[in-house]
């Protein structure tokens, strides 16, 4: 079947892909525009990019060079565009780091990174001091917020306010190689990786020709978090791309989206599919109705989008198939997303569906995805100081997604499975080995194996399987406990089961399909419905 024509505009040469383009265009046409604005302050096109270039001068003052990194540790607000800004501006990298990270995988991070300077939340600090002593290039901090009380030894501390006095700096020559950024994603047999991307790829990624989402005249929802490409890129550089304006909250709840939504008049956001089930969770009332939301784009899209949209009133949904690595492989338009699908493979790349050989499987049979573009620079360069990496994941010419998928009759990519052992749960992908390694840290755990459940939640929930040691007393809480000072909160098994041993092969290798097979069982922990912290339950629900 021919795929649908989409008059969604064309993307413009590969070598205009660059947010310098993207700035004159927008301070030519309309530079007193709204482009951005959080729940304190907003910023027009003009003062955006000014701004943006008064904090790349400071970075120039640390002695941060061309296509030299950044580490950003920060919540969703507009300093966080201005930060990210400073250094897409200046062709500097900025290197977005998970606010959940702590301990070795905000290590890694830094260390992976390379960056001499990382701005970061006053809340935050503690847990880079409590690493520091690990670190081998970090040498300064810039604090947003209060840096009164900070002491680093090895390292000196300014606030952020300090980084935006003096001379700014002036927009670079871009080029659609240049590096804009470094997107750290799960790790599935090892730390998480890196990703290498250019100009090209996130200007290419963001286009409103991939979704037909945003308009000039849209103003888009932000509720997904800046340090993840769905927010950055799918959010506020779509918006930004469009000409469009940007509204960015601290993050998603499902009890005030309607509500948030009407008021600041938005009309166009992308939200996860598990976010739908949230949504539909909560009372129906007249605030159902009561916004402006008319457009948006789900990943993936549930099979309760009939009457999701029905009681929401959301006239048009775009759906789509990408990744930190790959960028957008396929879409669907707005208005023309189906349940269970992800949209048909742009024309700018090719995807084939192969067997365990790498040969192609007959449409309709389930394969791995493989993916490769048509366009130079618009996959990801590599992995930053991982070469082993990358090279495996770029074995024949082609890049190995990992996922199992298969081609509709109507030539649609269907997702069916994560092949690696990553899990996603509430649109973060966790990589087991980091889960193991941490739960593996406990003395009187033996041995540990982390699988994928089936989630209520469309996505997956954590289990962990546990062998204790002989005559050790542990508990599950105990255990999570232990792990909340380890591992980011969405890492944290919701199910853990302890067993008198795991289940291998005659090579000693975990049989995870085994485990992943016997789910939940009458013995398995359940942290959900366990006596938690009122906080964290409330986020949870939310």
């Not at 996130?202 to 286009?207: G, L, M, Q, S």
């Not at 949209?309 to 006239?315: L, M, T």
């Not at 085994?514 to 009122?534: F, K, S």
Request: contains cysteine; aromatic residues 8%; proline residues 6%.
């Amino acid at each position: 079947m021919p795929i649908p024509e989409f008059d969604l505009g064309e993307l413009p040469p590969l070598q205009d892909r660059h947010i310098g383009s993207v700035f004159e265009r927008a301070l030519a046409r309309h530079p007193d525009k709204l482009a951005v604005h959080d729940t304190r302050e907003g910023l027009s096109y003009r003062e955006l990019h000014d701004s943006a270039l008064q904090i790349a001068g400071g970075l120039s003052r640390l002695n941060v060079g061309r296509q030299e990194t950044v580490l950003m540790m920060l919540d969703n607000h507009v300093d966080f565009v201005r930060c990210w800004m400073a250094t897409a501006l200046t062709a500097r990298i900025e290197v977005p780091v998970n606010t959940a990270y702590v301990g070795a995988s905000l290590s890694h991070a830094i260390n992976t990174s390379g960056a001499k300077a990382m701005i970061v939340e006053a809340q935050y600090v503690e847990r880079v001091l409590a690493i520091r002593g690990e670190l081998e290039e970090l040498r300064t901090l810039v604090v947003r917020g209060s840096s009164d009380t900070v002491r680093a030894s090895r390292m000196s501390v300014m606030n952020f306010d300090e980084l935006r006095r003096g001379a700014p700096d002036v927009p670079a020559e871009h080029k659609a190689s240049d590096a804009i950024a470094i997107l750290y994603t799960s790790g599935t047999s090892g730390p998480s990786k890196g990703s290498i991307n250019s100009q090209a790829h996130a200007y290419t990624y963001a286009h409103p020709s991939m979704f037909g989402a945003a308009t000039e005249e849209d103003v888009a929802l932000i509720v997904l978090p800046l340090f993840h490409m769905g927010g950055q890129w799918a959010g506020v550089y779509n918006a930004l791309v469009a000409g469009a304006t940007a509204v960015i909250v601290p993050r998603f709840s499902a009890s005030t989206f309607w509500e948030t939504a009407a008021h600041y008049k938005a009309s166009y956001c992308f939200l996860l599919g598990s976010m739908v089930h949230f949504l539909l969770g909560q009372p129906p009332g007249p605030k159902d109705r009561l916004h402006g939301l008319r457009k948006m784009l789900l990943v993936p899209v549930p099979q309760e989008l009939p009457h999701f949209q029905e009681r929401f009133g959301i006239e048009q949904v775009a759906a789509a198939y990408g990744s930190t690595e790959a960028a957008v492989v396929s879409r669907a338009p707005v208005g023309f997303a189906e349940p269970g699908k992800a949209g048909w493979v742009r024309e700018e790349v090719q995807a084939v569906v192969v067997d365990p050989e790498g040969l192609p499987v007959p449409q309709g049979e389930v394969g791995e995805l493989w993916v490769r573009p048509m366009e130079p620079w618009t996959m990801m360069n590599g992995y930053i100081a991982m070469p082993e990496a990358t090279v495996a994941a770029w074995q024949n010419f082609w890049f190995h997604t990992g996922d199992a998928a298969r081609f509709a009759e109507d030539g649609q990519i269907v997702f069916v499975d994560r092949i690696k052992d990553a899990i996603r749960r509430r649109g973060e992908n966790i990589s087991s080995f980091e889960v193991e390694q941490a739960i593996g840290e406990h003395p009187e755990v033996e041995e540990c194996a982390v699988v994928a459940v089936p989630s209520e939640y469309v996505e997956d929930e954590v289990k962990a399987c546990v062998v204790v040691r002989p005559g050790a007393l542990l508990d599950p809480q105990q255990l999570v406990a232990f792990l909340s000072t380890r591992l980011p909160r969405f890492c944290l098994p919701r199910y853990v089961e302890f067993m008198p041993a795991l289940p291998k092969t005659a090579t000693a290798k975990v049989k995870k399909a085994e485990l992943r097979h016997q789910g939940v069982t009458a013995n398995t922990w359940d942290g959900q419905h366990a006596q938690r912290d009122p906080q964290q339950e409330k986020a949870t629900s939310e």
